[in-house]
């Protein structure tokens, strides 16, 4: 296991680490290791909490605006995990039944993400290119999925460029 523990004043992760581990995360999926991807997802998820508790105790008194950029990182974050889970679902689903409710539970995740991304921009955000080409990759899925069982590789492919917009964003 090489987490170390996090010192206790450097309580900081630092992008490049996010980007290691969500490149060591992308190559477990490739390579079909479910598990230890679930695994290092948990981890992630570990420290992006322990982040958030870190920044709570720094600034009780934070500002309506961090409170809000909070909010929408945990969407994402959600959001990074519904879509993640719908991937996998389409790809183990070989016989193309049911592919009509993953048409739909995609549809849903793109309009939260079309949601989020409004709210980010009244916060004054730019617009993130990452989530741009999400939300056109879940655009793209939606409309594979409703193809049926030939449709199947192409949506995986477009819910995995979906999910690497979600990071980058």
């Given at each position: 296991?090489?987490?170390?523990?996090?010192?206790?004043?450097?309580?900081?992760?630092?992008?490049?680490?996010?980007?290691?581990?969500?490149?060591?995360?992308?190559?477990?999926?490739?390579?079909?290791?479910?598990?230890?991807?679930?695994?290092?997802?948990?981890?992630?998820?570990?420290?992006?909490?322990?982040?958030?508790?870190?920044?709570?105790?720094?600034?009780?008194?934070?500002?309506?605006?961090?409170?809000?950029?909070?909010?929408?990182?945990?969407?994402?974050?959600?959001?990074?995990?519904?879509?993640?889970?719908?991937?996998?679902?389409?790809?183990r689903n070989e016989n193309g039944e049911g592919q009509q409710n993953f048409q739909q539970r995609q549809g849903d995740l793109r309009q939260r993400l079309e949601e989020l991304q409004r709210r980010m921009k009244g916060m004054g955000m730019q617009g993130e290119q990452g989530l741009d080409?999400?939300?056109?990759?879940?655009?793209?899925?939606?409309?594979?999925?409703?193809?049926?069982?030939?449709?199947?590789?192409?949506?995986?492919?477009?819910?995995?460029?979906?999910?690497?917009?979600?990071?980058?964003?």
């Amino acid at each position: 296991n090489d987490m170390r523990p996090m010192d206790r004043n450097a309580q900081t992760i630092t992008p490049r680490d996010l980007q290691n581990m969500l490149n060591r995360l992308e190559e477990m999926m490739r390579n079909g290791q479910m598990a230890d991807a679930q695994r290092l997802m948990e981890q992630m998820q570990r420290m992006l909490e322990n982040l958030r508790n870190a920044q709570r105790q720094r600034g009780q008194q934070g500002n309506q605006m961090s409170r809000e950029m909070n909010q929408a990182l945990d969407e994402l974050d959600q959001m990074t995990r519904d879509q993640q889970e719908l991937r996998d679902n389409t790809y183990r689903n070989e016989n193309g039944e049911g592919q009509q409710n993953f048409q739909q539970r995609q549809g849903d995740l793109r309009q939260r993400l079309e949601e989020l991304q409004r709210r980010m921009k009244g916060m004054g955000m730019q617009g993130e290119q990452g989530l741009d080409d999400a939300e056109q990759a879940m655009r793209e899925a939606e409309g594979e999925l409703g193809k049926g069982e030939q449709g199947r590789g192409k949506a995986v492919d477009a819910q995995g460029r979906a999910l690497e917009g979600l990071r980058k964003g």
